[in-house]
């Protein structure tokens, strides 16, 4: 779970960094079954970090979005 507020700035390349952390822990290991979400929680951003969170979870299921 990670909070966002105001993070167009951020909240991409954060989320693109916890997929890929993820992933590499299950690079060396590929029978281990990493089951996860990302939770985004909004915290009345007034920029454009909803629109990203929303997009991103778009591409990758395993990211929900909270406003």
Not at 33 to 53: F, R
Request: hydrophobic share 35%.
């Amino acid at each position: 779970m990670t909070p966002a507020y105001n993070e167009e700035k951020n909240i991409g390349e954060v989320l693109e960094g916890i997929e890929k952390a993820v992933e590499n822990l299950h690079n060396p290991n590929p029978n281990l079954d990493l089951d996860y979400e990302i939770i985004v929680v909004n915290d009345g951003s007034t920029d454009n970090t909803a629109n990203i969170a929303n997009k991103q979870s778009k591409y990758a299921g395993v990211i929900t979005h909270i406003q």
